[in-house]
């Protein structure tokens, strides 16, 4: 217990103690950086003389100013365990300590996407996960508007076990492993995201000082009592729509409800799962609808089957089996993993129900996700028909105003509290939310990242980030969009000094902004550090575009970061499209002309001026290089 039961009291802002403390950072099972002079900080009475031991030798000592103290500790090679023993009227002791790497993981939901996320993808991960020195330290997720906070509420450090696995970052965690699989230094992950967050988000008041629409949004919400009328304001709008179709929904207030298994559906609709409840409608519906299925299982697979898999649903569901309640899910991307309780499930006929809310315009069960009941081994196909009624329709639900994702919340709340604890460097994973304003994405992303490294006053620590993935529909003719254009102001991020973008657009998934892939991911960001901060030369890039050449009749592209020679895999009929001076772009036939060069032509174009790779929402990736990373999506002219 020692540290925690005297770290009990929060320190948020800059109080006098009674007794020394320590920030939630430097605590139990802590990994400190290598090779590097770092501080040791905390807070105390003033005029408090505070010391410092590392393994019983003596670090350091000095007298509080103004309710603070640090003491610099000398760079340490990497290794452990340590104990560091801060004494002044009280003495606090630090165990399990260890020097390694340690990296902030930051952005939004895919990299906050948690090992328990992809466990049915890699559960041999999980299961093995024994590295006691790979270790996280969870950042809780409080905002704040007025003042960059010193400490956090909460937090400790964890280490990667079968235990305490799933609550790490599935990209940190790979990312981790491969780097400590590569070199056996300890490595400390910051897991500093949060879902659905945009860049102004992540920015500190100096940073969006070039961003006067940015900036007063973040003062606009230093008014305690705005964010309490908002937050007031959402949750009646919510208590009232959700209240109006729990009160008038049939399904749930019949005499006999419809998830009941006496209940008669006989006169109800054909749905088949999956598939959109649109189809069935002439306009867009939104409200409660019902599905039932029964289906007939042997004594075995009753016994057997403890999982229902319903993929994922627009937007929302509660489920039961057998007239029990198995379980619900509030919004649309989550899969739909239920465990059974035992004995639910029996001989014979069992009923599935399904009460799907639908918020928006759009409602029903996503295509090419798993559909079954059963186990992981053993699994029975739901897809097919079911029966379905609409329950109780609604007006338009207005969506929230989401606080949490306003300008400067995010660095304040916390980015800045991580400032004073030395890195190595920074894994970031975002855009997703900024693709609707990809105009000034690298003006704020390339800011963040200058501010950030002024903010640790490391210099120009590596700062890795991952370009978007492919996602969406496939377009069947060539489309310019938003996640197009923010996939290309990230290349274009590129020019910050010291920084190395990890290709995703071959490992994403069209129907989930999720995609399950992040041990590929975590690979590439690996050799991306490997390169830029261990200082080894590996090929950690894809092959990306060196000049544009006129052809006959066709460009000719050539490409640098060619490894091994280029190499087209798969279809390429619609991974390059071509244009002339009309701007209008068709799908161009591609050939491989040599290691470093390919061509792409159109029969209807003879003078082609304009070449895009990758360009779409969800393209055709093709190009890769004999390392096999692929080539990032790009757009070109002659004579750029």
Known sequence: MRLFVLLCCLVLIKPSFAEVSLPKLISNHMILQRDMPLKLWGWANSDETVSVWLNNQFVGKTVATDGQWQIPLAAQTAGGPYVIKVVADNT???DDVYFGDVWLASGQSNMEL???????????????????????????????????????????????????????????????????QHNSVPIGILNNALGGSPVE????????????????????????????????????????????????DPGLNAPTPWYSESFDDSDWQTFSIPGDFDQHNSKPYIGTWWLRKTISLSAEEAENASILRLGTIVDADT???????????????????????????????????????ATGNRSGFVKDKPYWLGSDDHAISLVGDWRMHAGQDA???????????????????????????????????????NTGRWQDYQAKFTTMISDWRKKWGQGDFPFLFVQLANFMAVDEQPQDGGWAQLRWAQYQSLAAPNTAMAVAIDIGEWNDIHPV???????????????????EKVSYQGPTLAKVEQGEHALVLHFKHAVQGLKVKGQTQQSFAIAGDDNIFHWAEVKLIDNKR???????????????????????ASVYNGSDLPAPPFKAQLND
Not at 119 to 146: G, M, T
Not at 224 to 237: E, G, M, P, V
């Open 201 to 248: 988000a992540w920015m500190s008041e100096e940073a969006l000082q070039a961003f006067p629409e940015s900036l007063a949004e973040a003062h606009k919400f230093r008014d305690d009592q705005l964010i309490a009328n908002i937050q007031a304001a959402d949750n009646n709008k919510n208590q009232q729509w959700y209240g109006r179709l729990d009160k008038l």
């Open 319 to 357: 489920v039961y089996v057998n007239g029990i309640k198995v379980g619900n899910t509030t919004y649309q991307y989550p899969p739909r993993r239920y465990a059974l309780p035992a004995k639910l499930l029996h001989e014979g006929e069992n009923l599935i129900a399904v009460r799907v809310t």
């Open 517 to 535: 892939d992040k041990k590929t991911l975590g690979q590439r960001l690996a050799l991306a550090a490997r390169a830029l901060a261990l200082n």
């Open 92 to 94: 606090l002791i630090i």
């Open 598 to 620: 390919i061509q792409v032509s159109h029969p209807d174009i003879s003078q082609p001026t304009q070449v895009r790779y990758a360009w779409g929402d969800n393209p055709q």
């Open 395 to 433: 007006p338009p639900l207005a969506g929230d105003t989401f606080i949490r994702w306003k300008a400067q919340g995010l660095y304040n709340g916390l980015t800045a509290p991580l400032t004073h604890y030395a890195i190595k460097g920074v894994i970031w994973y975002q855009g997703e939310s």
């Open 114 to 180: 948690s090992m328990a996320r992809v466990a049915e993808a890699y559960p041999q991960d999980l299961v093995s996960a024994d590295y006691p020195q790979i270790r996280q330290f969870l950042v809780p997720q409080h905002y704040n508007f007025k003042e960059a906070q010193d400490d956090f509420a909460s937090g400790e450090w964890m280490l990667a076990s079968p235990t305490n696995v799933s609550r790490f970052s599935a990209v940190a965690f790979y990312f981790a492993r491969e780097l400590y």
